[in-house]
T-cell receptor, first 111, second 115 residues
Framework: EDKVVQSPLSLVVHEGDTVTLNCSYE??????LLWYKQEKKAPTFLFMLTSSGIEKKSGRLSSILDKKELFSILNITATQTGDSAVYLCAVGHFGNEKLTFGTGTRLTIIP | NAGVTQTPKFQVLKTGQSMTLQCAQD?????MYWYRQDPGMGLRLIYYSASEGTTDKGEVPNGYNVSRLNKREFSLRLESAAPSQTSVYFC??????????????FGAGTRLSVL
């Protein structure tokens, strides 16, 4: 059975701190790993990673994939209150169009 | 820039009532999906449609039916609602044959309560 596990489940930090969110996976036919940010409503796409060791970066957010150890991390530097959200990790598969989601990490930034 | 549109946004049903959740996308995507999201459970796939005219079961299909009406629209029907179906429902779509085939784009969700 495909499994995506995120840690920690929740995290509370002060504005300006740096955080690292973790995602490990055990899936068949791995194709890609995706990160989403979910505030009040719809998950919004952040990154997709397919190659090991190549960092994707967007402003203060960055992510990297390790296909040998089967995990990814999402880093957020100089956190702001607008970063408060649930961050979802998902894995895409070759051979079908489905994503397998983790349960998410709830990040709370205290001003 | 509508993207994925879901209706209604909120709904309260009594046990045994039926209803249909509507979803439409304007991105010309081939694949569409219905998820439910419950506290501590993440997003779980109910049904998906890889292309117009096809539908397949996901992880939690029991108690639901779907219709892929055309390329744009994918509806989810609860024939006889149960309290266990109280959840937030999300519709999503993706361009499977594109350069980034696994990226799914989500609607704003429908919050459903079954009493």
């Amino acid at each position: 059975e495909d499994k995506v596990v995120q840690s920690p489940l929740s995290l509370v930090v002060h504005e300006g701190d740096t955080v690292t969110l973790n995602c490990s996976y055990e899936v068949t036919n791995f194709r890609s790993l995706l990160w989403y940010k979910q505030e009040k409503k719809a998950p919004t796409f952040l990154f997709m990673l397919t190659s090991s060791g190549i960092e994707k970066k967007s402003g203060r957010l960055s992510s990297i994939l390790d296909k040998k150890e089967l995990f990814s991390i999402l880093n957020i530097t100089a956190t702001q209150t607008g970063d408060s959200a649930v961050y979802l990790c998902a894995v895409g598969h070759f051979g079908n169009e489905k994503l397998t989601f983790g349960t998410g990490t709830r990040l709370t930034i205290i001003p | 820039n509508a993207g994925v549109t879901q209706t209604p946004k909120f709904q309260v049903l009594k046990t045994g009532q039926s209803m249909t959740l509507q979803c439409a996308q304007d991105m010309n995507h081939n694949s569409m999906y219905w998820y439910r999201q419950d506290p501590g459970m993440g997003l779980r796939l109910i049904y998906y449609s890889a292309s117009e005219g096809t539908t397949d079961k996901g992880e939690v299909p029991n108690g639901y039916n779907v219709s892929r009406l055309n390329k744009r629209e994918f509806s989810l029907r609860l024939e006889s609602a149960a309290p266990s179906q109280t959840s937030v429902y999300f519709c999503a779509s993706s361009e499977v044959r594109g350069r980034w085939p696994n990226i799914q784009y989500f609607g704003a969700g429908t919050r459903l309560s079954v009493l």
